[in-house]
């Protein structure tokens, strides 16, 4: 009924030579739900196209159940697929659109009773008789999903089922199919460019950077124990703040990491993980602190493990239930490539081209053919601002270094000075390539396993 999908060291080039996908090896479990994440153009969908037969592979081996599948049919691999588009047939109604695919598999028998059944299990009973143009975006959709489960595929292959709808209606159909892939027990892969929808659906989430993978875990491990800085950036709202610092760690006095014009002490004695910096001592690294990793609070009020920056109001971005406001702490901000997926409020592509340098672009496109450095470390004055879900200022950069999280009651304007109390349990610390030092990159084995 279900399946397990494995990729060895699949990687695919196109006629022109450029490999899209690199070397990527996945292991999926029968029944699991497994969330493709990357940013527009990373190789998502190729990947599920050539899970499903669509697309060659160019090297590497799927394995189906433990059996190498390179070379099966399509129709061979009994698995279903979803598109964006819906693809619906415009001149059928929803009972012909759903029975097709069971009519080309089995001629001479009734699809009927499959039909009524997916559409049951759907709630669409009453959209039977209808045709597509008589549809809704979200109705169209779930016709989509039940020409899909009609045909009991061993797998689902969903390539962002959901990015033509609108917010509301996304958060509905996500609910739906997280519940009715579960009900279903089948193997599912779904592919979008949305984290809060990778977070949302999947029991994993593999992150992919221009065709190479990132990271693959679970949505809380991901989150917490980020492989590198494009993964801490890609993941999580607001973003991840990531700030240019450089380590200090005197033989005769307390280790530091000064950000520009003020720096983070690091309480004695050090953590586990913050010795792992001392080798760092006199290099940059990139500090990463999410918003929940630092509050505005008087000074005399810091618990143990907060130490004190104080902030520049430049912004206040007020958003109902809470506040986004923007700092100015004096550091500079790192600049992470790639992320190019659309977020809410993310400063539009063709802003970004502006100031940025030559040099800049080159690393920047240097980064996105061959997924090389996950961060660039601009020179000093040069450097830009990360995108984030910010307003930018008049001149197009983006006000302040630090976004902190906050409640509507605290009254914040442009302008003032704020003391900030930052939680150094929560410290990401990240070294000149993107790899995360801090927390410890590896927590040691479980004995018992
Ligand atoms: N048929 C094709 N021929 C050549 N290049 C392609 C083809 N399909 C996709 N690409 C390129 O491969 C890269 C990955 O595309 P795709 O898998 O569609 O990414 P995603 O789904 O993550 O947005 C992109 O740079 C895209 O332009
Ligand atoms: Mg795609």
Do not use: W
Not at 85 to 101: C, D, E, H, Q, V
Not at 318 to 323: A, L, S, W
């Amino acid at each position: 009924m279900t399946r397990a999908i494995s990729l060895h060291d699949v990687s695919k080039t196109y006629a022109r030579g450029v490999r899209v996908v690199d070397r990527l090896s996945l292991d999926i479990a029968p029944g699991e739900f497994l969330v493709l994440l990357g940013p527009s153009g990373c190789g998502k969908s190729t990947v599920l196209r050539m899970i499903a037969g669509l697309e060659e592979i160019t090297d590497g081996r799927l394995l189906l159940d433990g059996e190498y599948g390179n070379d099966l049919l399509p129709s061979e691999r009994s698995m279903a697929m979803v598109f964006q588009n819906f693809a619906l047939y415009p001149n059928m109604t929803t009972r012909g659109n759903i029975g097709f695919p069971l009519r080309v598999e089995a001629p001479q028998a009734d699809p009927g009773p499959r039909v009524d059944a997916t559409a049951r299990m759907l709630g669409i009973e009453d959209l039977l008789d209808r045709f597509p143009a008589q549809l809704s975006g979200g109705e169209r959709q779930r016709v989509a999903m039940g020409r899909a489960i009609a045909r009991h595929p061993t797998a689902f292959l969903m390539d962002e089922p959901l990015s033509n709808l609108d917010a509301k209606l996304r958060n509905h159909l996500r609910a739906e199919i997280t519940k009715l892939t579960r009900e279903l027990g089948v193997t599912t892969i779904y592919v979008t460019h949305d984290q809060s929808e990778a977070m949302s659906l999947g029991d994993r989430v593999a992150v992919l950077r221009g065709g190479v993978l990132q990271q693959v875990d679970t949505p809380r491990a991901v989150y917490a124990l980020p492989r590198n800085v494009f993964v801490a950036a890609f993941i999580g709202t607001p973003r991840i703040n990531l700030l240019r610092g450089l380590v200090r760690a005197p033989l005769d006095g307390a280790m530091t990491i000064s950000l520009g014009k003020q720096f983070l002490r690091l309480p004695e004695p050090l953590s586990l993980d913050h010795q792992l910096l001392r080798v760092q001592q006199g290099r940059e690294v990139i500090v990463g602190l999410r918003s929940e990793a630092v509050r505005i609070a008087k000074p005399a009020s810091a618990r143990p493990g907060e130490v004190l920056l104080t902030g520049l109001v430049e912004h206040v971005e007020f958003q109902g239930h809470e506040v986004l406001v923007h700092f100015n702490t004096g550091s500079q901000p790192a600049v992470v490539p790639d992320l190019e997926a659309p977020r809410p409020g993310a400063r539009p592509a063709g802003r970004r081209r502006r100031d940025g340098t030559v040099l800049n672009r080159l690393k920047e496109r240097a980064g996105a053919l061959r997924a090389g450095p996950v961060a660039v470390m601009d020179e000093p004055g040069v450097a830009r601002p990360a995108a984030g879900p910010a307003v930018a200022a008049p001149d197009g950069r983006l006000p302040g270094d630090l976004i902190v999280r906050t409640t509507p009651d605290i009254d914040l304007r442009h302008g003032m000075q704020v003391p900030l109390l930052v939680d150094l349990a929560h410290l990401f610390v990240f070294d000149q390539h993107g790899d995360r030092i801090c927390p410890a990159p590896a927590r040691l084995p479980d004995l018992e396993e």
